[in-house]
T-cell receptor, first 111, second 117 residues
């Protein structure tokens, strides 16, 4: 079956760096997505990785290792507004290409 | 461009009642998805449409849930009769094309929060 694991909760300090890990066990891997979801709001797209390596976009970076079934989202210079749930999702071509989401990591940024 | 629109934002019903949710995707997006997100969990796909045809409804509880996208644009999701375990946020998302192509970002609406009492 398909399995995606993320930590349930994390806490970090404003201005610091935090790394949110995601491990997956799937067949037919065809891309990994990170979404941010503030309480009561829509998930919003942050990043996409399909090849191994690091993708950087401003304060956010995402890394993928397909051989290890592992990804992380790196948030730099944390701001209070970064307090949200971060969702890791894997797309598998043998599942009709649908996204399979992890449970999400609730990040709290404290002053 | 306008985002994915959903209504209502909140709905409270009693068990065994029926309820319907509406979604208007981003203009030009051929693919529309309905997800169920239970508190503390990630979204789970219920059904995926490509234009007005169903691509995947393998996780839709068809004895009580139904969905349609008659003209390939707006969509409605219905639950009849509702159960307590249906309490969740129902998210609608859209994308330009089917999922098997590269990247193909899904854009989400704010969702409808359903409470079944």
């Amino acid at each position: 079956g398909q399995n995606i694991d993320q930590p349930t909760e994390m806490t970090a300090t404003e201005g610091a760096i935090v790394q949110i890990n995601c491990t997956y066990q799937t067949s037919g891997f065809n891309g990994l997505f990170w979404y941010q979801q503030h309480a009561g709001e829509a998930p919003t797209f942050l990043s996409y990785n399909v090849l191994d390596g690091l993708e950087e976009k401003g304060r956010f970076s995402s890394f993928l290792s397909r051989s290890k079934g592992y990804s992380y989202l790196l948030l730099k210079e944390l701001q209070m507004k970064d307090s949200a749930s971060y969702l890791c999702a894997v797309r598998c071509y043998n599942q009709g290409g649908k996204l399979i989401f992890g449970q999400g990591t609730e990040l709290s940024v404290k002053p | 461009e306008a985002g994915v629109a959903q209504s209502p934002r909140y709905k409270i019903i009693e068990k065994r009642q029926s309820v319907a949710f509406w979604c208007n995707p981003i203009s030009g997006h051929a693919t529309l998805y309905w997800y169920q997100q239970i508190l503390g969990q990630g979204p789970k796909l219920l059904i995926q449409f490509q234009n007005n045809g169903v691509v995947d409804d393998s996780q839709l509880p068809k004895d009580r849930f139904s969905a349609e996208r008659l003209k390939g644009v707006d969509s409605t999701l219905k639950i009849q009769p509702a159960k307590l375990e249906d309490s969740a946020v129902y998210l609608c998302a859209s994308s330009r094309r089917g999922q098997v192509l590269a990247k193909n970002i899904q854009y989400f609406g704010a969702g409808t929060r359903l409470s079944v009492l």
